[in-house]
């Protein structure tokens, strides 16, 4: 069975710092990977997609992620945080056998000036 | 290009009435998908549907029901509502099939409340 984790909660970074969002998963085969965005109140927005090939992926809003098969994982970056980066950050995994997409639990997103 | 519309954005209802949510998909998007958020259980797959037809189902009782049109809107039923049914439901639309089916685009969801 597929899953996917989110191993931190909630997270506080300083505006201007450099931010990484741990995610990995478990799946039988090659993995099609996705990190996105949710602020209160809103729908979830796509930041960025993995499916084959440069395992290091550009989003919108300055996110890339990088997909290591060794560790199972798909981390978000960024170089430098702004207070609009506050949100709650889902990664998700999607089963092309089933036609599922399975989120993690999210990671919320403060940030102090 | 318009993106996902979901209708309405709230709604208050009592238990054991039933609720109709609606969900336009963006033009050209064949399937469109429901999730259940809450703060306990996160994201959870309710149903798929695809040129009307359902395609997956997530495991919820059948008190949760859809249909999917011709133009590809699809609506969610749920019946008998319950207090944990209280939820921010969203819906997301993609292409349809195979790696066309993703990424998929959501709305901004119906935030349901039941007292």
């Known amino acids: 069975a597929q899953s996917v984790t989110q191993p931190d909660i909630h997270i506080t970074v300083s505006e201007g710092a450099s931010l990484e969002l741990r995610c990995n998963y478990s799946y039988g085969a090659t993995p099609y990977l996705f990190w996105y965005v949710q602020s209160p109140g809103q729908g979830l927005q796509l930041l960025l997609k993995y499916f084959s090939g440069d395992t290091l992926v550009q989003g919108i809003k300055g996110f890339e992620a990088e997909f290591k098969r060794s560790q199972s994982s798909f981390n978000l970056r960024k170089p430098s945080v702004h207070w609009s980066d506050a949100a709650e950050y889902f990664c998700a995994l999607f089963n092309f056998g089933n036609e599922k997409l399975t989120f993690g639990t999210g990671t919320r997103l403060t940030i102090i000036p | 290009k318009a993106g996902v519309t979901q209708t309405p954005r709230y709604l208050i209802k009592t238990r054991g009435q039933q609720v109709t949510l609606s969900c336009s998909p963006i033009?050209?998007?064949?399937?469109v998908s429901w999730y259940q958020q809450t703060p306990g259980q996160g994201l959870q797959f309710l149903f798929e549907y695809f040129s009307e037809t359902q395609r997956n189902k997530g495991n919820f009782p059948g008190r949760f029901s859809g249909r999917q049109f011709s133009n590809s809107r699809s609506e969610m039923n749920v019946s008998t509502l319950e207090l944990g049914d209280s939820a921010l439901y969203l819906c997301?639309?993609?292409?349809?099939?195979?790696?066309?089916?993703?990424?998929?685009?959501f709305g901004d969801g119906t935030r349901l409340s039941i007292l």
């Open positions: 997301a639309s993609s292409l349809g099939q195979g790696e066309s089916n993703q990424p998929q685009h």
């Open positions: 033009s050209g998007h064949r399937s």
